[in-house]
């Protein structure tokens, strides 16, 4: 079955700089990459996603990247706030959507201000 | 408004006990999914289900049952509660026709 590697498990940045966590999976019939945000005492929310058709997308100071050959995908976010502070996760999921997301074991970022 | 339910959120009871998690979803939405987490720690797959009366295993299913009776509703039950089962549990959802998962607000269960 998928699994899925995240790296770093913590990360701490200053207020302005950028933040790049990376997964990697190990079955290349995955074709669904999501990353979700889970602030604390919160519900986790799906913040982008990518499918394997695409190498890249862009919303606002997040973007995932996708690199089939070698299985694995980035989170970036630019300019960080002290509000991007969470945990994150990704996920990979096989083709047909009818597996359950394989996730990552999460990412706490921390935004210094 | 069109969410994901899951009463109660706050849940405090004594070992043996028999405990039921409510979750319904007014998403229209035909897979639901439970999962067990620590707060901010990894996310465990307990039970799945892509429609009425289909429920699967996940890697904690050992210690509890689900129902799928009604699209809407995928209640959890612990037949006999644990201090072990002590964490947060949440219920998700997924979009027909895609893996796109959105996850109801949680239960905080305690168990003395």
């Known amino acids: 079955g998928e699994n899925v590697e995240q790296h770093p498990s913590t990360l701490s940045v200053q207020e302005g700089d950028s933040a790049v966590i990376k997964c990697t999976y190990s079955d290349s019939a995955s074709n669904y990459f999501p990353w979700y945000k889970q602030e604390l005492g919160k519900r986790p929310q799906l913040i982008i996603d990518i499918r394997s058709n695409v190498g890249e997308k862009k919303d606002q100071r997040i973007a995932v990247t996708l690199n089939k050959t070698a299985k694995h995908f980035s989170l970036h976010i630019t300019e960080t706030q002290p509000e991007d502070s969470a945990v994150y996760f990704c996920?990979?999921?096989?083709?047909?959507?009818?597996?359950?997301?394989?996730f990552g074991k999460g990412t706490r970022l921390s935004v210094i201000a | 408004e069109a969410d994901i339910y899951q009463t109660p959120r706050y849940l405090v009871i004594g070992t043996g006990k028999k405990i039921t998690l409510e979750c319904s979803q007014t998403?229209?939405?035909?897979?639901m999914y439970w999962y067990q987490q620590d707060p901010g720690m990894e996310l465990h797959l307990i039970h799945y289900?892509?429609?009425?009366?289909?429920?699967e295993k996940g890697d904690l299913s050992s210690e509890s049952t689900v129902s799928r009776i009604r699209t809407e509703h995928f209640p959890l039950t612990l037949e006999s509660a644990r201090p072990s089962h002590t964490s947060q549990y949440l219920c998700?959802?997924?979009?027909?026709?895609?893996?796109?998962?959105?996850f109801g607000p949680g239960t905080r269960l305690t168990v003395l």
């Open positions: 998700a959802s997924s979009v027909p026709g895609t893996p796109r998962e959105f």
């Open positions: 998403m229209g939405h035909d897979k």
């Open positions: 289900s892509y429609g009425v009366n289909s429920t």
């Open positions: 996920a990979a999921s096989g083709p047909g959507g009818n597996t359950p997301l394989v």
